[in-house]
């Protein structure tokens, strides 16, 4: 074949093709008497091999180490070039969510889109304390989704404070792409969902006991804190076991307390823990200082006086005492 029968069959130029000449990559197999070049079935197969690894996005120089370096590693060069794709996607992604943001906010004309745009990248910036003053200054023209986005991600406590309070401030769109967050698969989104909801008194109580089912344990213990305080029994289990676990206890021993039709069960409840637990699990120390929160306590505090514990029985002392049980 002469290279423009062969240009035809591959679809790559007679140009394309010297240059892979001269760079060694493709020899034709033979030369007419004249100097024509001739193409066989083996460079056909080579032409192939070529465009597909440049297919791949290799360059000129690594296709030729691929197919002539045993040593050369496909593996590590796929490896960068996946790494390198994804850099570009995120960009890619970055930039098509600040235009959506931006058209969302319902820019007019360019002065309003240069206003928006510098306040997302102020959102966006790697600086906590730009991210915590965007926040704070936010006025009408944001969108509100774009804001909960920014909430969720954040990790800074002091930013997160000031996002939280402006999506509570942007209203409902905005709390409602929050409770999107939790059902992410990012940890630190769906902790940080519940943390914006719980300040958010007119998020629905069902939104709340989804999260009090999540596996980890810190969720559970964020959203039971004001589910206890709005009555909801379903906490109950989940407060008395932040007790036990020595997780947000203090507060969970208040949160008890404060409902006044659940104390018998409570306590009901606290003693068998007492009972059923070793004497050296430090648990039962946090179960005899959180009785201090119950005004129905004493009979049981005046069990634990003389406890096998040396620290449960020194604090149901202290706790009787202060109450003149003990003198």
Sequence with gaps: MR??????????????????????????????????REYGEHDLRRIFHIESLRS????????????????????????????????????????????VAVRAAGATDWDEALVITAM????????????????????????????????????????????????????????????????????????????????????????????????????????ALPLGRRGQREAMRELMDMILTGRHDVDAAEVLAGQEDWGTEVLRSLENSLRCLPSSDPARARITQALAEFAGSTPLLTTLINDDTPQVAMTARAILSTRGMLM
């Design 120 to 223: 997302l990248r102020d959102l966006r910036s790697p600086d906590p304390a730009r991210r915590q003053a965007s926040a704070l200054s936010q006025e009408a023209g944001i969108d509100p989704k774009e804001l909960a986005r920014a909430a969720l991600k954040e990790t800074n406590p002091n930013a997160a404070g000031a996002l939280t309070w402006a999506v509570l401030r942007a209203g409902e769109k905005a709390v409602n792409e929050v409770l999107r967050g939790l059902e992410a698969t990012d940890l630190g989104v769906r902790r940080q969902a519940v943390r914006i909801l719980t300040e958010a008194p007119e998020v629905p109580v069902r939104h709340l006991l989804t999260a009090l089912q999540d596996e980890d344990p810190e969720i559970r213990a964020l959203v």
């Design 56 to 99: 791949l996005g290799l360059g000129l120089k690594e296709v030729k180490q691929a197919l002539e370096d045993p040593a050369f590693s496909v593996e590590a060069v796929l490896n960068e070039l996946i790494a390198d794709s994804r850099e570009r996607l995120k960009q890619e992604r970055a930039l098509f969510d600040r235009l």
């Design 3 to 36: 290279i423009g029968e062969i240009s035809a069959r591959t679809g790559v130029s007679a140009r394309m093709l010297r240059h892979y000449e001269s760079l060694g990559l493709l020899v034709p197999s033979a030369r007419t008497s004249v100097g024509y």
